[in-house]
């Protein structure tokens, strides 16, 4: 965070000061957690369901940090404030104002928020001090987290945009207003919370109403839901996608042996070859997304491809491929899972594995409503018509998947329907064999992480390729 006075946070945040001096300077990082804390910081003390970080303020100062914001006295140097949560989202804002020179590109979408946002990132890093999130830190407070790690120096701040709700991003994009508003797609995520494809359309839509005059809007051309934000936005709108009107397009699209795609990448201002290092044909619209907002940041095409090609995934547990020593390929895309890009990792999998056996290891995907039985189905007789050799359905809200892959007369596959996590190991320990490709994938309340981890530790993994 930029070097402020107590005085000035509270001011900004609109609370009092309490046992702090108000020339005392907070120039560290803003943190949640005491264990973070750093020579000058601003611990904030959140009330959690677990835990109250009041009660940790103590620890907090005694580490060295400078106030805490709080809402009530700890019994040192403290800004109070009426919801730390809301006073975080003004003091992001206010730091925000402060740094003219920092352009905002915001990403949200129902798929492909976090690796689209981890590839913008290393994109306009190339043209100087880059801040983004770590993993998907894309909610009310770590929006503001990542805002106020920006400083003097930051020359892009990358952010993600999550919603479970109408106005969820209009907050967030009130925390943060973005130059660059980027939207990839609308889809079934979190179809329990919203109740159909329109509402989820009228919240990401929210992401380039929030735009001024001058800014820049980028599309999806191929979701008609996405394009149709067109008229929604005071800014330029730049499109992406496969199709022939879309203003940065890849044609000549191709995979690798290993899912890695080709092609080449097509703007208004020229065209140049790009070689991804991600895994799957779905990395192409994630790619060209980054690409478009590279674009309006400043960066030549030529420059985007060579940064595209040399980009890296950057967030934990999503496609990512490691090969045992004994030839077996994990792929770990545990992160997270809803039937979009349940489908296209699925895909992958059949690819990478032409010639070898695979398996797949899904779970719940969760939030989708009264749709969740027939969107598992939907995914087991996709799984099935895929060719897998071997299908583990883990936990009892996943279970649709095994009766949908059941439904396919010409599988000849093998359907597992296991209770959790042990047993999903135990179920995969008799069945790989070297050379096999396995797929693991779920929400985050499957935890199936722990799938991959265990596959990884026997034996000794060496990472991917």
């Known amino acids: 965070m930029i070097p402020l006075p107590l005085s000035t946070i509270a001011e900004i945040t609109g609370g009092t000061l309490d046992g702090a001096p108000p020339d005392a300077v907070a120039g560290g990082p803003v943190v949640i957690d005491s264990r973070a804390v750093e020579p000058g910081s601003l611990f904030a003390a959140f009330r959690g ?30 800004v109070l404030v009426g919801d730390v949560q809301e ?46 999130p770590p993993g998907s830190f894309n909610n009310e407070i770590g929006l503001p987290l990542t ?10 701040l990358v952010l993600e945009m999550g919603a479970r709700g109408v106005g969820h991003i209009a907050y967030l994009t009130g925390i943060a207003r973005p130059d660059v508003g980027v939207v990839l797609n609308v889809g079934t995520a979190h179809m329990g ?35 149709a934000m067109a008229s929604r936005t005071a800014g330029e709108v730049v499109t992406f996608g496969r199709s022939d009107g879309a203003a940065v397009r890849a044609v000549d699209e191709t995979l690798d042996e290993q899912g890695r795609a080709r092609f080449t990448l097509v703007t208004p201002e020229g065209s140049a070859p790009v070689a991804l290092r991600l895994y799957g044909s779905h990395a192409v619209a994630n790619a060209l997304a980054a690409a478009a907002a590279a674009r309006a940041a400043g960066l030549p ?34 992160y997270n899972a809803n ?13 990478m594995a032409r010639g070898r056996r695979a398996y797949a290891v899904l779970g719940e995907m969760a939030e989708l409503g009264g749709s969740s ?67 693991v994938k779920g929400s985050r309340v499957a935890g199936l992480e722990r799938v991959a981890e265990a596959l990884l530790a026997a034996p000794d993994g060496r990472a991917g390729r």
Do not use: Y
């Not at 620890?59 to 060295?64: E, K, Q, S």
């Not at 805002?147 to 892009?156: G, K, Q």
């Open 49 to 78: 369901e677990r835990a109250d970080g009041h009660e940790f303020a103590a620890a907090a100062l005694a580490a060295g940090a400078a106030a805490v914001l709080a809402q009530r006295p700890v019994g040192g140097p403290a």
């Open 87 to 132: 006073a975080l989202g003004r003091l992001a804002r206010g730091v925000l104002e402060r740094l003219p020179d920092t352009t905002v590109v915001a990403v949200t979408g129902s798929a492909g928020k976090t690796s689209t946002k981890d590839l913008i990132a290393q994109l306009v890093g190339r043209a100087g001090p880059t801040v983004w």
């Open 147 to 156: 805002v106020l790690r920006a400083d003097a120096a930051t020359r892009h």
């Open 193 to 227: 919370e919203f109740g159909s494809r329109e509402a989820i359309a009228k919240a990401k839509g929210e992401m380039v109403e929030a735009l001024l005059p001058g800014g820049t809007a980028v599309l999806n051309a191929d979701d008609p839901l996405v394009s």
């Open 301 to 334: 095409v030529d420059e985007v491809a060579a940064g595209l090609s040399e980009a890296e995934p950057a967030s934990r547990w999503r496609m990512e491929v490691t090969e045992r020593a004994d030839g077996v390929t994990v792929v770990n895309d545990a």
């Open 339 to 351: 039937p979009d890009s349940t489908r296209a990792a699925i895909d992958v999998l059949a690819h």
């Open 373 to 439: 039985a027939a969107e598992h189905a939907s995914i087991g007789r996709h799984a099935a018509r895929s060719g897998l050799d071997g299908l583990v359905v883990v936990g009892a809200n996943a279970a649709a998947m095994a009766e949908g892959a059941a439904e396919v007369a010409s599988w000849t596959g093998e359907c597992v329907q296991v209770d959790d996590v042990g047993a999903a190991v135990a179920a995969l320990s008799g069945r790989l064999g070297p050379q096999d490709v396995v797929l």
